[in-house]
């Protein structure tokens, strides 16, 4: 992240040992199904029915991933031992995500429970900085008065969408980027892409 690099190459890349100028899209396209599908607590069988592997390939693709990112297991581990202490685990912004399930008899509950604790302090701070984004720009075009040429209409997962004076595209988009970009200080960037058009 820190370098610019393209994070599922890379992880490709390094889970496979080759060099990332080697990566074909598919490799690429594996690496983000396990980047993404972790967050979600995705298994072996998860990762064959989304990529079209055999079992034995999507076991081996995860266990050539944990054992290149260690930090990534123990990650897991210690949320799901800080749910089951606490019965909630925290987004970065100090949200609580409360997993109730999380010490369950019932094991299919439990594992339930483990996936969102997992996916909650990921998931759950996304959501928080975008919600901290969005108001934001929202004070930013209060304070400047700008709410006659930019309005806020729709927040999309991670995307902010604007009705924009045609004039003021360029300069309202560099500054809805900034501000984005410097919503939250995180060790790594927040990378922010800005499009418009017409419709």
Do not use: C
């Not at 599908?37 to 991933?65: C, E, H, K, P, V």
């Not at 995500?97 to 996936?115: M, T």
């Not at 934001?136 to 995307?159: A, R």
């Not at 560099?174 to 419709?199: K, R, W």
């Amino acid at each position: 992240f820190l370098s610019n690099h393209d994070i599922h190459s890379k992880t490709a890349a390094e889970v496979l040992d080759i060099k990332i100028g080697n990566v074909t899209v598919e490799q690429r396209r594996w690496a983000k199904a396990i980047n993404f599908g972790l967050m979600y607590g995705m298994s072996a069988f998860g990762l064959t029915r989304q990529l079209g592997i055999s079992r034995q390939d999507a076991q081996q693709y995860l266990d050539s991933y944990f054992d290149k990112y260690q930090g990534v297991n123990a990650y897991m581990e210690s949320i799901r031992g800080e749910a089951k202490a606490k019965g909630y685990v925290e987004t970065v912004m100090g949200r609580r995500v409360h997993v109730p399930e999380i010490n369950s008899g019932n094991g299919l509950r439990r594992q339930a429970a483990e996936r969102a604790a997992i996916n909650g302090p990921l998931q759950g701070s996304a959501a928080d900085i975008i919600k901290k984004a969005m108001i934001d720009v929202y004070h930013w075009i209060e304070d400047t008065g700008s709410s006659n040429e930019i309005k806020m209409i729709m927040q999309v997962h991670d995307e902010l969408v604007f009705e924009v004076k045609k004039s003021k595209t360029k300069e309202y988009r560099d500054q809805i980027v900034s501000l984005m970009e410097n919503t939250f200080n995180l060790s790594v960037p927040l990378i922010v892409e800005a499009e418009s058009g017409n419709n």
